[in-house]
């Protein structure tokens, strides 16, 4: 890992970390998911031709980005998976993967373990398969998300678990904290935040869970509580997104960060440097402070 303080000589705007939604496909159709959406042919086909996002790619290691995170959909559901992944360790980035592991196989794992990711991070919404089924609305996921986890294991890949909270899993966050806390190396996640579509629909807020629930299970457990805490805290750092870190969709948006492509810069048709030093300054976010983003273009207006 690129040790922090090593960074300090970077100028407050630098294109230090960069999210990638390399694609909305995926093989499960989570109750929640913002991207399944544009889980279709018609959309898919839109989707950056591997020879462009490669040309991006290596931009942005031109650019100087240290931290690729390869999201999507599903990364491993792209046929040029490996072409992507191989690329970006070839340039040097600090890859972190997003995946549901459904999909990894032992040949898979062979390949990652040939090439190891800085961290792998899989989604296990559920402890049984009855709760990890009616969030992946996939038959068969469970068992296939458990065997991937010890494959990666046996191959001592850097996981993190991590769930998203829900109506649907909620009885059954603290095991899965628990049992993952159990398996030596591998660190735990919660996530709390459900987004409405990328078509605009609300649907995936009819699972998410009240302020109160989310409560309740921070005050079950001491570092689920802590972390809220923090979160509460007004001194806690402001949003880095568009000053280090930014966000590409599938079709080759550069974006402020994944929960905000209100505007963007189509990097097909530019420069990642003119999109990131020219464009992303003037892109607005309601939930910013504007008093944190002194080095914003003037002409912002948060909408
Ligand atoms: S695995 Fe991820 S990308 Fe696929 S449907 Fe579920 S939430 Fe969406
Ligand atoms: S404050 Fe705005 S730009 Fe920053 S992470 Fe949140 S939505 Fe994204």
Request: one cysteine or more; hydrophobic letters at 35%; charged letters at 20%.
């Amino acid at each position: 890992m690129v040790q922090r303080r090593k960074l300090d000589h970077l100028p407050d705007r630098f294109p230090l970390a960069c999210q990638w939604e390399v694609t909305c496909r995926c093989n499960l159709h989570c109750v929640m998911c913002y991207t399944d959406c544009f889980n279709e042919p018609e959309r898919i086909r839109q989707e950056l031709p591997t020879v462009d996002l490669l040309r991006i790619m290596d931009d942005i290691a031109e650019a100087g980005c240290l931290e690729l995170c390869l999201t999507g959909g599903e990364p491993l559901a792209r046929p040029d998976f490996f072409q992507i992944y191989e690329r970006a360790i070839n340039l040097g980035f600090l890859v972190t993967l997003f995946t549901n592991g459904t999909l990894i196989t032992e040949s898979i794992a062979d390949r990652l373990a040939a090439h190891p990711p800085h961290r792998i991070e899989m989604s296990m919404h559920g402890l049984t398969e009855t709760t990890f089924e009616q969030v992946t609305l996939g038959r068969g996921s469970f068992h296939r998300c458990q065997q991937a986890i010890a494959l990666l294991l046996e191959r001592s890949l850097p996981l993190t678990l991590k769930s998203t909270a829900m109506t649907l899993n909620q009885h059954e966050l603290l095991p899965i904290k628990r049992h993952v806390e159990t398996i030596g190396s591998v660190r735990y996640k919660l996530g709390e935040e459900i987004r409405p579509a990328l078509d605009g629909s609300g649907t995936p807020f009819q699972f998410a869970l009240q302020p109160e629930a989310l409560d309740e299970l921070h005050r079950q457990d001491a570092q689920l509580w802590s972390e809220a805490c923090h979160r509460r805290r007004p001194d806690t750092s402001p949003c880095r997104s568009g000053m280090r870190r930014f966000h590409i969709d599938a079709y080759g948006v550069l974006q402020l960060c994944s929960g905000n492509r209100a505007q963007g810069y189509d990097l097909l048709n530019g420069t990642f440097q003119e999109g990131f030093y020219d464009y992303l300054p003037s892109f607005g976010c309601r939930w910013k402070d504007p008093a944190t983003t002194s080095l914003l273009h003037p002409s912002v207006t948060h909408a």
